[in-house]
């Protein structure tokens, strides 16, 4: 079974970066599509970032500009480079990979940004 990680969340000023990190228990040959997510508290979940198999990046409109989604497929990994972080980036990011047959999440990793 496929498990997903992330790591790379914390507290950062705005202004700041962080790099998010999304490392795959086995390969992810068999993960057509990675992607970002994130949930403010009572908000919904929703698409940050993805990336196809092919490199085909979507971005959400907040975040174009600010972030770039990244994957290393010989490292079984997936990032997210956030720059120029604002208050309202503020939340839990999950990542998320998309095979065939099912959709895998990872347990989220939280991000707070200090104005």
């Known amino acids: 079974q496929v498990h997903l990680v992330e790591s790379g969340g914390g507290l950062v000023q705005a202004g700041g970066s962080l790099r998010l990190s999304c490392a795959a228990s086995t390969s992810t040959s068999g993960i057509n599509e990675m992607g970002w997510y994130r949930q403010a508290p009572g908000e919904q979940r929703a698409l940050v970032a993805r990336?196809?198999?092919?490199?085909?990046?979507n971005y959400a409109d907040s975040v174009k500009g600010r972030f770039t989604i990244s994957r290393d497929n010989a490292k079984n990994t997936v990032y997210l480079q956030m720059n120029n972080l604002k208050p309202e980036d503020t939340a839990v990011y999950y990542c998320n990979g998309v095979r065939t047959w099912d959709i895998l999440w990872g347990q989220g990793t939280r991000v707070t940004v200090s104005s």
């Open positions: 990336i196809t198999s092919g490199g085909t990046r």
